[in-house]
């Protein structure tokens, strides 16, 4: 099973950026358990962060050529970017929405998603843990369409 994991803007930020919101720990830590917990799950995770759209969509776009699903955390182009809604459309695998923090209870431009809608599904406000989460409900949903 493979899966890609997109990190958004001034997510390469973590652990220094608003900690109290975002919690204390980097972007390589959190990929560090992401990846040990992928391998315990026998999922490979390959992991990219961009603060620039083209290069999400265009990973995105790639993806499907050999990844099984992806997970997002689009930054602050969820509330935003139709054009990284339509890749996410257009790419035909399963894509998990998750964030750090509990979108709900902060702003409430925070609370309208772009993507969600095109997404299997959408986990925040857990901090890291959100993408450990996320990556448990995309290897769900990967072995139910192989079952």
């Not at 998603?113 to 959100?130: D, E, N, Q, T, Y």
């Amino acid at each position: 099973m493979k899966v890609l994991m997109l990190h958004g803007p001034n997510l390469n930020l973590l652990g220094t950026r608003e900690p109290g919101v975002y919690g204390n720990l980097t972007l390589d830590e959190i990929n560090q358990r992401v990846f040990e917990f992928g391998r315990e799950m026998d999922a490979e995770v390959r992991f990219l962060q961009s603060n620039h759209e083209g290069e999400l969509i265009d990973a995105l776009h790639d993806a499907r050529k050999w990844s099984d699903g992806v997970i997002i955390n689009p930054g602050g182009f969820t509330h935003t970017s139709v054009a990284l809604r339509d890749a996410i459309s257009a790419i035909g695998i399963p894509v998990v929405e998750v964030h750090l923090s509990n979108v709900y209870a902060r702003e409430e431009f925070r609370h309208r998603s772009m993507i969600s809608a095109v997404c299997r599904g959408k986990i925040s406000g857990f901090g890291w843990r959100s993408y450990i989460l996320g990556l448990q409900a995309l290897i769900g949903i990967l072995k139910d369409q192989t079952a």
